[in-house]
């Protein structure tokens, strides 16, 4: 949330690009890693799960986790 904020209020282009660019970095890494450890670590030890297939499947992954879990302020 910090991230979207930080984009609305930026002054400049340059400062929202690289702000954007921050984001979609962060956002693409922390896909990986969940398709990483869900892939890895669950789906081995929960019979019911399967993996993770896609990149699109892992981000409505961690974007229903974070609905479920709550977004830090």
Known sequence: MN???NLLDC???AQCLKTLVMFLISLLINVLIIRFLWNT???KH?????PAST???????AVSMSLVLGIPR
């Open 41 to 43: 670590a669950l789906v």
């Open 55 to 61: 990149l699109l499947d892992t981000l409505l992954l």
């Open 11 to 13: 002054r400049t282009p």
């Open 46 to 50: 929960i019979t019911i799960l399967k």
């Open 3 to 5: 991230a979207i904020q």
